[in-house]
């Protein structure tokens, strides 16, 4: 299966700054044949369900604010959010579906106000 | 606007079983493949299970694998979960999704989950 690994854990950023996570996989998720990346990123608000942020590594889902981006390619990706506000406190994963028949996320990187 | 209500949840013996069920509605669900997610108390989310929206292909993680069925009836806008030889280690809460209907894999919308207890 491919793992995945995000870093840090948790971060404290103050509002209004840069949030950085880092999701990298065990093998390559880029399929060559379309060069798409095969990443996504979720969010889950404490006691809500996760949401969908991000697909394609870079792709924003309809209605997700700008200040979300996703970036990277092959086994290195970013999830930044650019101007942190207080509703983006959350735990934030990564999610490979490179693997068609075994899809796996990473563990989590909480975030929080500084 | 898009519903998925999961049910089916409870508290079962370790050997047991229990059937989870996800109400659908708000969107045409025989158009979109679907996905069971759990996450254990306190933990992060784990892929389960996934459905076609035909029903025609199925995946499993390993660890549901020979033990977990997903089932679908589209003329209920019903998606369910069979989960047998139930273990401690299974005690989640399971969420129902609808995955893109560009991109199966992804899961776009979720339910608020219903709670499994493997226990003695």
């Known amino acids: 299966d491919i793992v995945m690994t995000q870093s840090p854990d948790s971060l404290a950023v103050s509002l209004g700054e840069r949030a950085t996570i880092n999701c990298k996989s065990s093998?390559?998720?880029?399929?060559?044949?379309?060069?798409?990346?095969?990443l996504a990123w979720y969010q889950q608000r404490p006691g809500q369900p996760p949401k969908l942020l991000i697909y394609w590594a870079s792709t924003r889902e309809s209605g997700v604010p700008d200040r979300f981006s996703g970036s990277g390619s092959g086994t290195d990706f970013t999830l930044t959010i650019s101007s942190l506000q207080a509703e983006d406190v959350a735990v934030y994963y990564c999610q490979q579906y490179y693997d068609t028949s075994t899809w796996t996320f990473g563990q989590g990187t909480k975030v929080e106000v500084k | 606007q898009v519903q998925l209500v999961e049910s089916g949840g409870g508290v079962v013996q370790p050997g047991g079983s229990l059937r989870l069920s996800c109400a659908a509605s708000?969107?045409?669900?025989?158009?979109?493949?679907m996905h069971w997610v759990r996450q254990a108390p306190g933990e992060g989310l784990e892929w389960v299970a996934f459905?076609?929206?035909?029903?025609?292909?199925?995946y499993y993680a390993d660890s549901a694998k020979g033990r977990f069925t997903i089932s679908r009836d589209n003329s209920k806008n019903s998606l369910y979960l069979q989960m047998n030889s139930l273990r401690v280690e299974d005690t989640a809460l399971y969420y129902c999704?609808?995955?893109?209907?560009?991109?199966?894999?992804?899961?776009?919308?979720w339910g608020q989950g219903t709670l499994v207890t493997v226990s003695s």
């Open positions: 093998q390559s998720v880029l399929y060559s044949s379309n060069n798409k990346n095969y």
């Open positions: 459905i076609q929206k035909d029903g025609s292909t199925k």
């Open positions: 708000g969107f045409t669900f025989s158009n979109y493949a």
């Open positions: 999704a609808k995955a893109r209907i560009d991109l199966g894999a992804v899961a776009a919308n």
